[in-house]
């Protein structure tokens, strides 16, 4: 395949994306072509094309997300292996790439152990509920041109649905396992998930503002056609979005729910054998799920800068998604976590107020675009300058006022910071007779 | 499939008004006979859901001069229903506090 | 009216499924499971507001009722340990059964017994836009104390919720 791609783009006629059926680069082309067999010289009724249309589209993306899950098991492990400077799995094939391969295998060969008290149906239900969600959040993410299999005029409602779904999905988890410590993790996780949501939905709105659309396809067409990116608009955004999901996707930094070591496996600690498998793998499908988000919305899809006309924009979308994944392994394997209060304040005191600021920027931004008459290239130079003094002014400026007492290379070591204990009435009344 | 039959298939306002009124009756028989208060609510809350469908039904097939009135009186429904499911179970966890029960059998201390 | 057939049949499937899921709620003998199959009730609901060609509202509809509305009603049952999950009904069950017969009947009468004025147009195509203009032009003092509302019930919620103190001094 790369052979005939080499010599697609070396042969100077079809450098650019052309409407032949062996063109790759439109994936389109072809399912067209099979459409108009089937419906020139087979005379299938329309709905028979319609459904599958729906069916192809949906199995492509099946296997995209089969095939990723495999192989992000062996990412994650292997990269965060070696940033903590000591080899990831290499024993099993080369570079230990078959590792996932073991992992699978082991999984599926485990006992499922259900505990007799747990809810029956409810108890298997839960991963199933918990991974649909996450493989209906690529239904709206563009390919290409010319290939998205959900053209939703509501695309970016529809991802926050599809994601508070997910914290339903986590209760039912927690519950049916009738253990009381999985119950309590299950309500830590979906108190910070719905926490999250809000500066989730609060950074996009930043995004669809200056789009005009809510339509991803639209978002990615408005990077094409204004030669930006919507990272450089709004660095801001990125981060607070960034940020939150991961929150949302219980990695770390905000990995409290799984944190092995804390509260010994939170709402899975029931599970195990092959329906902790799909738990584990429903958690890589929504990191993928989401670094496709964020690649479509902030970096800008399968478009960049004319290359997208040589080289598959779908192809260039999956760079973007495993380099923002990248990142996400990249906060594994480097912060601590946090508690989770720290993570709540954070939620509240921070996220929030500098996305609700952002939006206010941003609409005043272009409510300037809209009235004035402009052209984009004098407002977008100018909001790029503005939205990164902004970003930067304000992050320096949250800490300096929120954190006073930070310090980068603390002069005194220290495991905790300050809290206020309150105390019992006898020693308060101690405390008040000595100082007073 | 014969193509009378395929050819009958039409979806009219009134089949879509049933479905609404069906889900309504639903409703008011979960908030009317359910002893715990937030089987209640549940009831109220698809009561809302059902005349949420019978406005969006009319929105689409009635005639109008501003067809999309229905969808924002559905969305002031849901946004609504939204605040007045936080509070009632904001209320039924208070009561909990006080009575240690939620059944509202034994709520009664305000009834004749 | 709707003729395409793919439609109606989506139609009757999702109300099909919809109103079972409503009667489970009912039938079923434990408050948890019935919360959840409110839940897929609601899913189910926004499934035929697609049909009624209503996305946004749709998409609203899964966020705000199964995404927060369920998760705050499994919450309530978690917050209320002692009390029974049941499911159980009180002495007003065959009359609210009468009564409920009796409404649907009334409905049902009443809609296919008027003249509406159907109109010929077709589905909507772009709501959200036009969703956002009756919004902010027609509309605004209502979406304005519908925003008013929406804190005080928060601010409600939080106070009624907070645990007491017994030493306030």
Not at chain 1, 104 to 132: H, N, R, S
Not at chain 1, 299 to 327: Q, R
Not at chain 3, 30 to 51: K, P, R
Request: glycine letters at 6%.
């Amino acid at each position: 395949m790369i052979l005939a791609l080499l010599a697609l783009v070396t042969d100077k006629r079809l450098a650019l994306v052309t409407d032949h059926w062996w063109d790759i680069r439109d994936l389109s082309n072809l399912t067209d072509a099979v459409y108009d067999i089937l419906r020139d010289d087979l005379n299938v009724p329309d709905w028979g094309i319609w459904v599958l249309s729906g069916l192809l589209g949906t199995i492509g993306i099946i296997s995209f997300i089969g095939g990723v899950a495999i192989i992000n098991i062996w990412v994650e492990r292997r990269v965060v292996g070696r940033m903590q400077s000591r080899l990831g799995p290499n024993r099993l094939g080369p570079f230990g790439l078959l590792q996932p391969v073991a992992d699978a295998i082991k999984l599926m060969q485990k006992e499922v152990l259900q505990p007799k008290v747990a809810d029956g149906l409810v108890f298997t239900l839960a991963p199933i509920a918990f991974t649909v969600p996450g493989i209906a959040l690529f239904a709206v993410i563009p390919w290409g041109r010319n290939m998205v299999l959900a053209d939703l005029d509501v695309g970016i409602v529809y991802l926050f649905a599809m994601s508070s779904l997910a914290a339903l999905a986590v209760f039912i988890g927690g519950y049916g396992s009738n253990n009381k410590y999985a119950l309590f993790g299950s309500m830590r996780v979906i108190a910070m998930l719905v926490t999250y949501e809000i500066p989730i939905v609060l950074s996009l709105l930043g995004v669809v503002l200056f789009a005009g659309t809510m339509n991803l396809q639209g978002i990615v067409l408005f990077s094409e056609e204004h030669w930006v990116l919507m990272v450089m608009l709004q660095p801001l955004a990125f981060l607070i979005y960034f940020l939150s999901s991961s929150a949302e996707l219980n990695r770390t930094p905000a990995d409290l729910a799984e944190a092995e070591s804390e509260i010994a496996g939170g709402y899975h600690v029931e599970y195990s054998g092959m329906k902790f498998g799909l738990y584990y793998a429903a958690e890589l499908i929504n990191a993928v799920a989401v670094s496709a988000i964020i690649a479509t919305v902030f970096l800008g899809g399968w478009w960049m800068y004319k290359v997208d006309e040589i080289v598959p924009g779908w192809m260039i979308l999956i760079g973007k998604i495993y380099a923002v994944y990248f990142i996400f392994v990249w906060t594994r394997g480097t912060l601590p976590r946090f508690r989770i209060d720290q993570l709540l304040a954070f939620a509240w005191k921070w996220m929030t107020p500098m996305a609700i600021i952002n939006i206010l920027v941003v609409a005043t931004e272009v409510m300037i675009w809209e009235e004035t008459g402009w052209s984009a290239a004098v407002i977008l130079p100018a909001s790029i300058v503005i939205n990164g003094a902004l970003t930067g002014l304000l992050i320096v400026g949250w800490v300096r006022t929120m954190a006073p007492n930070f310090q980068r290379f603390p002069d005194r070591l220290r495991m905790y910071s300050t809290i206020d204990v309150p105390s019992l009435p006898a020693q308060a009344a101690d405390l008040r007779e000595t100082t007073a | 499939m014969p193509d009378v039959i395929l050819a009958a298939m039409r979806l009219h306002l009134e089949e879509v008004l049933v479905v609404g009124a069906a889900l309504f009756s639903i409703g008011l028989y979960l908030a009317l006979s359910k002893r715990n208060a937030i089987g209640i609510l549940m009831g109220v809350e698809l009561m809302l859901n059902a005349v949420n469908v019978t406005l969006l039904a009319f929105a689409r097939f009635i005639e109008s001069p501003r067809p999309l009135d229905g969808q924002v009186f559905a969305t002031f429904v849901i946004t609504i229903a939204a605040a007045e499911a936080a509070v009632a179970l904001a209320l039924a966890v208070a009561i909990y506090r006080h009575r240690e029960t939620v059944n509202i059998d034994e709520i009664d201390v305000l009834r004749w | 009216m709707i003729e395409d057939n793919a439609i109606v049949i989506a139609f009757w499937s999702l109300s099909a499924t919809t109103i079972v899921c409503a009667l489970m709620v009912a039938a079923v003998r434990n408050l948890v499971h019935s919360v959840l199959f409110l839940a897929l009730t609601f899913v189910g609901v926004a499934g035929i507001y697609i049909v009624l060609s209503a996305d946004f509202v749709a998409v609203v509809q899964v966020l705000i009722y199964a995404g927060a509305v369920g998760v705050l009603m499994t919450f309530a049952i978690m917050l209320t340990p002692g009390a029974d999950r049941l499911n159980a009904s009180t002495v007003f069950q065959a009359p609210a059964f009468v009564l409920g017969v009796m409404v649907f009947l009334l409905i049902a009468w009443v809609a296919y017994d008027t003249e509406w004025r159907i109109s010929d147009r077709e589905a909507f195509t772009t709501t959200a836009a036009s969703l956002g203009e009756a919004f902010l032009k027609p509309y605004i003092v209502p979406f304005e104390v519908a925003s008013v509302l929406l804190a005080t019930a928060m601010i409600g919620a939080i106070i009624l919720s907070r645990a007491e103190r017994d030493d306030r001094a």
